[in-house]
């Protein structure tokens, strides 16, 4: 029934250039009466690695189960390859998910799980070997077939997870927070592969995650989500560089958001703009300032170091709280240029500031 | 304005406070606990005196007394029984067609309650955890466990009193021209079914609510239907609670011999045989008694070999 719908999509697609990947039009989801998604509009290109961002509760997660068919939509459509599959069942969509704690049958071996999408779709025995065999490879853990899930590390299990839904090459694989249970090391080793495995398999990845960090690595564009709603789409540069509410300049890493009271005072700019850290220069408060440079005093209040960076916090008379980061290229042992309480001038060119709207 | 500014509090003077009412003393050195913490072998004993006197002096005690007597004789004139070693009673349970026959039949009793109970746990377990509104879950939960108030002897006349001539079922199927099994084998597996359900719906039940809810999610996903989904993911994570309800449903049926008496008209157990011969006959009565533990025996060693156990 599955292949059948599956050649059915094939013959529409083949027959009509109809747009791939995925569009959800005005889709709303209510649980009781929380309003968990809103009036929601998105539209994924075939291929590209796409990222939902934001906030636990920001109706995310509720997003990707709609579109794997977990949960039904209250209201709007979502189209698969331009076709409504808003009422389909998730067995009848061309649809995989790696889930966020794996979900591997803790019943079956490795092999079975990886395997488990062609039995239940009556796939021949020597092909389904052949192809599990396959996957298994592509993940670099084949020797553990014969385990049983609980017998691998979380990485490992990820890893499975992974596997077991790209063996039916769906045309969309959503990832609900993959790497959240891994530790550091683990996750940014499994960002590079899973970005390496998108490209080789070509495959649209909707990957949902809180971690700004993540989302700005690994996707060609992000949703940034908050409340139910999308805040801004973009590439990770537009959305990092060039945020177009509060709340996407706050969620993506540090910002100083200046209020227009201030910057009108500082910029003469009536509007609230964004200035990031890294772009902030911190100099004496006598040195001089180049004409293309803004400027404000203030003085050292906090100094936090990360390692590879130190941020200083800076307060202005005005009670203006600024953070300026700066790469510790100085040498090891070499004091820090700045101690709380130093009277200091913060800098940054002027054209590197971003108007939020 | 930033985000990360570190908010610095003041530490209140009141947190730092260490000394006050409600401050905990050091333990006083008890010489009881400092001898038991030393002493590994001094703890096992005493956690394991009571329930060990139980086990042993009570349970394994009077098993054996049993078994004991099975070696022995029955003078057939004076009823007496004798002291000895004799293999007479089991080759007489084995060469008896009777003993045979109620040997097999109460087996299949027991084989049967215990399929029914199965059949009926894994659909209605699978409908109150994923299916049933809340209320109507709690509503179900209490009337499994509801039944297990009532008296034994209860609920078996109860049976009687629904199965007897003029019972409901009789006068239920009286206008499609049918009758009820009436006081038979049939009623006495239905009848200890009911009496045994709970044993299995519940650890069944139990063991579907704990199915992790995504991979109910990840079979859909992964394109097997419901149907299916149920058949390779949730009946193969049931095993370890049907086997521990079954223990129970299989056990107690095997025992029985109460159901038999009331209703199952001519049905002879093992039980109703070993009830008959208790006075008479001690010596074969404990030799028949024999029996149902070998069954037992032989079906937890069979259960074990599936690996089951361990999971439970």
């Known amino acids: ?357 | 304005m930033t985000s990360t500014v570190p908010r610095v509090t003041p530490a209140e003077p009141g947190r730092v406070k260490t000394h006050g009412p409600g401050r905990v003393q050091p333990a006083g050195r008890n010489p009881l606990s400092t001898r038991l913490h030393r002493s590994p072998r001094l703890r096992l004993l005493g956690l394991l005196a009571l329930p060990l006197t139980w086990l042993v002096g009570v349970y394994i005690f009077s098993l054996v007394m049993l078994l004991i007597t099975a070696f022995w004789r029955t003078d057939p004139f004076t009823s007496k029984v004798i002291p000895g070693f004799t293999f007479d009673n089991f080759v007489r349970l084995v060469e008896n067609p009777a003993y045979l026959s109620t040997s097999l039949r109460t087996l299949s009793i027991a084989l049967l309650v215990t399929l029914l109970s199965v059949m009926f746990s894994i659909p209605l377990g699978i409908f109150m955890a994923k299916v049933a509104s809340p209320w109507l879950r709690a509503f179900l939960a209490v009337a499994i466990t509801l039944p297990l108030w009532a008296g034994y002897l209860v609920k078996i006349l109860a049976m009687r009193i629904t199965f007897t001539e003029n019972g409901f079922f009789n006068s239920a199927l009286e206008p499609l021209g049918l009758s009820g099994p009436g006081f038979s084998y049939t009623t006495v597996v239905l009848t200890l079914t009911y009496l045994w359900f709970p044993y299995m719906a519940l650890p069944v039940y139990t063991a579907v609510r704990q199915i992790p809810a995504n991979l109910f999610d990840a079979s859909a996903d992964l394109g097997a239907r419901s149907w299916t989904t149920i058949r390779t993911v949730v009946v193969p994570l049931l095993k370890p609670a049907v086997i521990a309800g079954s223990i129970f449903t299989f056990s107690l049926s095997l025992g029985d011999y109460l159901a038999a008496k009331f209703v199952g008209g001519s049905t002879q157990m093992i039980g109703s045989v070993i009830a008959s011969n208790i006075n008479l006959n001690p010596p074969i009565a404990a030799a028949f008694s024999v029996v149902p533990i070998v069954f037992v025996l032989v079906y937890l060693f069979a259960v074990r070999k599936t690996g089951a156990l361990e999971r439970m």
Not at chain 1, 8 to 30: C, N, Q, W
Not at chain 1, 109 to 118: F, R
Not at chain 1, 227 to 256: D, H, K, M
């Open chain 1, 1 to 357: 029934m599955a292949q059948f719908g599956r050649a059915l999509l094939e013959a529409a697609s083949a027959a009509s250039p109809a747009p791939k990947g995925v569009s959800l039009h005005s889709v709303t989801k209510v649980f009781g009466d929380v309003v968990a998604v809103a009036e929601l509009n998105l539209e994924v290109h075939a291929g590209e690695f796409f990222s939902m961002l934001g906030p636990s509760g920001s109706g995310k997660t509720t997003v990707l189960r709609m579109i794997a068919g977990f949960e039904d939509a209250t209201s709007g459509t979502i189209e698969l390859d331009g076709v409504d599959v808003t009422r389909m069942a998730p067995f009848d969509r061309n649809v995989n998910t790696v889930f966020q704690d794996y979900a591997l049958f803790p019943h079956l071996t490795i092999a079975e799980n990886v395997g488990y999408g062609l039995r239940v779709r009556r796939m021949g025995k020597s092909e389904t070997v052949e192809r599990v065999e396959r996957a298994l490879k592509q993940v670099r853990l084949a020797h553990t077939a014969d385990r049983l899930p609980h017998q691998l590390s979380g990485g490992q299990r990820q890893r499975i997870a992974l596997a077991r839904a790209l063996i039916l090459q769906p045309s969309v694989l959503l990832l609900d927070e993959p790497l959240g249970a891994l530790d550091k090391q683990l996750r940014e080793e499994m960002q590079v592969e899973l970005k390496q495995i998108q490209r080789e398999v070509g495959i649209t990845f909707i990957f949902v995650t809180h971690d700004q960090e993540e989302a700005l690595t690994l996707s060609d564009r992000v949703a940034v989500f908050n409340n139910g709603r999308i805040e801004q789409v973009g590439t990770p540069n537009e959305v990092y560089e060039f945020p177009q509410t509060s709340f996407v300049a706050g969620f993506l890493g540090i910002s100083n958001l200046i209020a227009p009271a201030h910057a009108s005072v500082i910029t003469g700019i009536d509007k609230l703009i964004s200035v990031r850290p890294e772009r902030v220069r911190l100099a004496d408060a006598a040195s001089a300032v180049a004409a293309n440079e803004t400027s404000v005093l203030g003085t050292v209040y906090e100094t936090v170091y990360t390692g590879p960076t130190t941020r200083y916090i800076i307060e202005t008379a005005a009670g203006l709280r600024l953070t300026a980061e700066r790469h510790n290229d100085h040498h090891p042992t070499a004091a820090a240029a700045f101690g709380r309480g130093d009277a200091v001038r913060a800098i940054w060119k002027t054209d590197h500031v971003s108007i939020v709207p």
